[in-house]
């Protein structure tokens, strides 16, 4: 078996971002690649962990407060944690709590401990 040339982290989360029809408005929809069938991704734009930044180039705010806070989980749960928060900010820059937690939710929820009192 030949050696991978791709530095990626994992096969995991990304976000996908598609143009509405009518409303000429980009959307943005947090996936996880393990569920998303291929053939709905025919059309849109799809930006993975290694697109918003690398310790090469430069990291995302998102990607850089995740590691200064130790908030990193898992190879499969940190960056599926990243594009939740980097989708929510694309499309609500200034998101409540009860977004991030909403964004947050479907993110490997068993390993989360959120306390929400």
């Known amino acids: 078996m030949g ?4 530095n990626i982290s994992k096969i995991g989360c990304g976000m996908v971002s598609a143009m ?3 409303t000429r408005n980009i959307s943005h929809i947090a996936v996880n690649a393990c569920l998303y069938p291929l053939c ?4 849109k734009a799809v930006t993975t ?11 995302h705010a998102v990607q ?3 590691a200064q806070t130790h908030g990193s989980q898992c ?25 991030v937690l909403s964004a947050m939710e ?12």
């Open 3 to 6: 050696q991978s040339t791709r």
């Open 20 to 22: 509405g029809q009518s």
């Open 40 to 43: 709905a991704i025919h059309g």
């Open 49 to 59: 962990i290694e697109g918003i930044g690398s310790t090469k180039t430069k990291l």
């Open 64 to 66: 850089e407060r995740l």
């Open 75 to 99: 190879g499969f749960c940190s960056p599926g944690m990243v594009m939740s928060m980097y989708t929510l900010l694309r499309n609500n820059p200034k998101p409540s709590t009860d977004e």
């Open 106 to 117: 479907e993110t490997c929820v068993d390993v989360l401990d959120i306390d929400q009192s």
